[in-house]
């Protein structure tokens, strides 16, 4: 990954109508406490850090923080874990709602150009490697052919009771950040995960290469 | 369409051609070519050129292509690499307007410079050029034919309408190969090997534009220009199937990548992206690009509401469990139909797809049963399974199927497994359109992308 600062990387969705869930860039406690309090709780702390790429390996992930109190005590934990690294600061990010963790990717092909990948995300998506793609531009009628590729497309659009997740919202997801990828012109990109659920998604990490 | 392009006319249709690097000795390519083109009839000028030779097969051998006074369409090459582009050149000032370069020795063994110097040639001359590193052209209506095999090894298809292009000559021949075998026709053939200045898009945009081709058969490895690619796929493909075999699937992801999507979006992903974009038909193995290809020798089915009709019960039940895992319909019978069916089958025949009308039972049932099914507006397609290995059954089947094909309601494809009497018949079979499979499975794979072909134009419309 190039050394793109996170804030950066969600300002660069926005430009194109994706909304990362809401976060902010916390360089103290004070100003973790007050991004916090903006966004409302519970929050989320992740720890931000050039040299860390799996965060969870030094404790730099607390999720479910109700309050001031929790949130200081979790600050200063991820601080400790780290204290061997450089720290550019702690992302203080709203909590994801619960659903289905999807993958979406983009990445310049060297023969076809720019491509956009969907796939069943979380800890599993290396395993099951359940990923179709396209290349870009593409349209909505492209991802819903996308969607029943997926080997586990139940899983999107319901099984057994349960409610499909949005999949307006991950039609118009998709399309932008297909838009995204040629107009940035770029090398790669994870949103992972994106989790969705009936209502809509939450974009919990960013990761892209220019 | 780029004039180059265009000018494969004279490499498809000449009216006549050179054999550059003919000889009298057996193990020579110019020696197989030559003799192919006499023998297999084809009705051009034909001028072999060597300097070593006064006469070769009876004809007039030329010591250089200027020394030929007629015009020359096709100059086929079977010479060392290094001085083609010198006799390239000779071509374009004589007014050659089509190459055939079979020599290896260019880009595929690190020559770049050898092949860049006979791309300019080439281009400067707009000479329309198959190859280098490849087998070249048949068009079987015309009896051109480059092949260095000979006729005994490799058999040439009939006069059809399946074209192919291929960057592997070892493919394309062998699917060739087996469509002589079972009887069916090709328009034209290209292994155009390294594909130095005429690749896979431009011979699928020209067999796309050429009224004989009906189907396209591609086998790729990789291609110069993806995005040309998929702009020609997406649009051929809608006026005619284009059935693809895309080898090189298990390189790796690129080794640098830093992201999950650079690491699960190996080489292939892309490939496999563009394919089901445009729609085309992806196989995976070398033979199902002759099947899916042979089976558009039938009507289009309208869905995927499948009748089998069986002398075996067993192989029924397989072709029941292909259909059902390739998501195709066992359509239950109509009261109509099953009323029917009762009329002509024996008593204790249970009428229920798949129809085993058992092994006592002669050409006349299947006759009677297979008209109703063809009859019955609710059934798209029809799997028929011949036990010919049974002795009520026998060749006068092959009638029975030919008058139904031949009224082309629907698709009617054909399983029969066994040893060599079974494949004799089969080969019949196919000679006359209508498809067959040594295995249930195959069969009803190959019908599940013949039908998705056919939803997608429905779908277009």
Redesign the interface.
């Known amino acids: ?1 190039a050394k793109k600062s996170a804030i950066a990387e969600f300002r660069m969705l926005e430009k194109y109508g994706i909304h990362p869930l809401p976060n902010g860039l916390a360089k103290t406690p004070k100003e973790a406490v007050a991004i916090a309090e903006k966004i409302g709780y519970p929050v989320a702390l992740k720890l931000i850090s050039p040299q860390v790429t799996h965060k969870t390996d030094v404790g730099g992930v607390k999720i479910g923080i109700k309050d001031k109190k929790r949130l200081l005590h979790a600050h200063e934990d991820i601080l400790e874990g780290a204290h061997k690294y450089e720290v550019e600061g702690i992302l203080v990010q709203k909590m994801a709602r619960k659903g289905i963790e999807l ?1 979406i ?3 310049k ?1 060297p ?3 720019h ?1 956009i ?1 969907l ?1 069943i995300g979380g800890v599993y ?2 395993v099951f ?1 359940d ?5 870009c531009p593409i349209t909505r009628t ?1 991802v819903r ?1 996308m969607v029943g ?1 997926l080997r586990s497309h139940p899983l999107i659009t319901g099984i057994r009771g349960m409610q499909p997740i949005n999949l307006n919202a991950l039609y118009s997801l998709m399309v932008r950040t297909s838009k995204m990828l040629v107009e940035e012109d770029m090398e ?3 949103l ?1 995960p994106v989790i969705f659920d009936s209502k809509g998604y939450d974009i919990v990490d960013v ?3 220019k | 369409m780029r004039k180059d392009i265009a000018n494969l006319k004279y490499v498809f249709n000449p009216k006549s051609i050179a054999v550059v690097g003919a000889s009298d000795n057996p193990a020579k390519l110019g020696n197989v070519i030559l003799k192919n083109l006499v023998d297999g009839g084809y009705e051009g000028k034909i001028y072999p050129v060597n300097p070593k030779y006064e006469k070769l097969l009876g004809l007039k051998c030329y010591s250089d292509i200027k020394r030929i006074k007629g015009k020359v369409d096709l100059v086929i090459f079977a010479v060392p690499s290094t001085i083609i582009p010198k006799l390239a050149e000779d071509c374009g000032e004589k007014g050659v307007r089509g190459l055939v370069v079979l020599s290896a020795g260019f880009g595929e063994v690190g020559n770049f410079e050898l092949e860049e110097e006979l791309r300019r040639v080439v281009l400067k001359y707009d000479m329309a050029m198959i190859g280098p590193n490849c087998l070249g052209v048949m068009n079987p209506a015309e009896r051109v034919d480059s092949i260095f095999f000979p006729f005994y090894k490799f058999g040439r298809p009939t006069v059809g309408e399946i074209s192919l292009v291929t960057q592997s000559g070892a493919v394309g021949s062998t699917v060739a190969d087996l469509a002589a075998y079972y009887d069916v026709g090709f328009a034209k053939f290209a292994s155009y090997g390294n594909g130095a200045t005429i690749g896979d898009a431009d011979l699928i945009e020209y067999l796309g534009a050429d009224p004989k081709t009906k189907q396209i058969i591609v086998y790729l490895e990789g291609t110069k220009n993806g995005k040309k690619l998929l702009d020609v796929l997406e649009r051929v493909n809608k006026k005619k199937p284009i059935i693809v075999l895309k080898a090189g699937k298990s390189k790796s992801a690129s080794e640098a990548a830093m992201s999950h999507t650079g690491n699960l979006a190996g080489n292939y992903l892309a490939y496999q992206a563009a394919f089901r974009q445009s729609k085309v038909i992806e196989v995976d193995s070398v033979v199902d690009l002759f099947y899916v290809a042979s089976i558009f020798s039938q009507p289009l089915p309208r869905g995927a509401r499948v009748a089998v009709l069986t002398d075996g019960g067993g192989l029924g039940v397989l072709a029941a469990d292909s259909l059902e895992k390739e998501n195709m319909e066992v359509v239950e019978f109509s009261k109509e139909t099953k009323g029917k069916l009762k009329k002509v089958l024996p008593p204790y025949v249970n009428v229920v797809n798949p129809l085993d009308i058992v092994a006592d039972s002669g050409t006349e049932t299947y006759q009677k049963s297979l008209k109703i099914l063809m009859d019955d507006p609710g059934i798209d397609s029809v799997v028929v399974i011949i036990l010919f290995q049974a002795p009520a059954v026998d060749s006068r089947i092959i009638d029975v199927l030919v008058k139904e094909s031949d009224r082309k309601k629907k698709p009617i494809i054909v399983v029969a497994v066994g040893g060599e009497y079974t494949k004799e018949n089969r080969r019949i079979l196919d000679g006359y359109g209508i498809p067959t499979y040594g295995c249930p499975k195959s069969a009803v794979r190959t019908l599940r992308k013949f039908t998705d072909y056919s939803l997608f134009l429905q779908n277009k419309k």
């Open positions: 990954m993958i990717g983009g990445k092909d023969q076809f150009g491509m990948v796939g998506v290396e490697k990923v179709t793609a396209r290349i492209d052919e590729e790669e990109l994870d992972n990761r892209f290469v």
